[in-house]
């Protein structure tokens, strides 16, 4: 069978004494690199050491506003809402970028890389809820794929493998009130160029209720599962329709939602474990194990067989409490992928 790839969705603890907010900033502004590029570096080196095969760039600033900034700007406009290309930039895709580059000088090769972009639907909802404009939404699909566009012709030193377009409202969302053709379609034109390169196009969303719109789609080939925290999203799933369709999925194996893993803590040990590492360390020992990590991977591939492609952590990482757990819990995650594809080879 072909080795299952081990990818991560992107966001990771930051440093105790950096500043989201600060961050945030100097990523907009492109005027900080001396701030903003030592702590992408610094997260590409843990989740490198952890063993992510495929990583995603480090996301420091909230996914709606990253991609909505710029959209929302006149002067980065040609019309309304209708993005010009120079000011789709993703500055975390340069800074993974100077990080490829030092690996190419020691590996001779192009890192595989994850770049994900918050997709139109969820850009669209956060602005105008369950009105529905599908001009608007169109534009907004349009908007996503010049990020990407911009990434696939500047990136120098790194390989863009898979493309995620995140959709976290789809199928949770009661304000969703868009057309199924238009979601279709959006996601076509958000993938496009992504495709195009070559990438795999991944839809991440939070349940795959509506996750055949995303099989229907020119351009999406993989599905995101969260299946580690809810194993019966794996039930939603028809292998005979991710076939037909030529369509894959990317299984979560470990669970990433921290503070109810923090509340089960929190019952054992009668209080609030939050802030006593040594407790909290129990998560990556006795709780998402590599031993755990691998029998949820065996049994999902019991299911859905050569249809998984890509494994990993169910989310982002961003609101664990430190880098190091975080870091152990990638680790966790490579042993078990890695155990997998040696029993499967």
Known sequence: MTEILFDDIGSFPLPPDASKTALSEAAFNRDNNALLFPVLNEISEFKAKAGVQIPNYSQVRDMNEQFLRPIL???????????????????????????????????????????CVTGPTELYLKEFGGASYTDIYQLFAKDVNLFVRNAVK????????????DEPSIG??????????????????????????GADVEIHIHSPLYYELACQSDTVNVIGMESAATPSYADMIDKKVLSDYDTYVRAGITRTDIFSM???????????VWDKPEIMQEIVTVMETPETAEKRLEKLFGVFGDRIKYA????????????????????????AIAAFNEKHK
């Open 312 to 335: 990993g952590p169910d989310c982002g990482l961003g609101s664990w409490p430190s880098q190091e757990l975080a870091a152990a819990l990638l680790k966790n995650t490579s042993i």
């Open 262 to 272: 923090a509340g089960t803590l929190n019952e054992k040990y009668g209080g609030n």
């Open 154 to 165: 500047s990136m120098k030193h790194c390989r863009i493998a898979a493309v995620s377009i």
């Open 73 to 115: 700007d006149e002067n980065c406009c040609i019309g309304p809402f209708n993005l010009k290309e120079e000011c789709a930039g993703t500055i975390e895709m340069e800074a993974l970028d100077l990080y490829c580059q030092k690996m190419k000088e020691e590996t001779g090769e192009k890192t595989p890389v994850r770049m």
């Open 172 to 197: 949770i969302n009661p304000d969703l009130a868009l057309p199924a053709d238009e979601i279709i379609s959006a996601l076509n034109a958000a993938g496009a160029d992504a495709a195009k390169s």
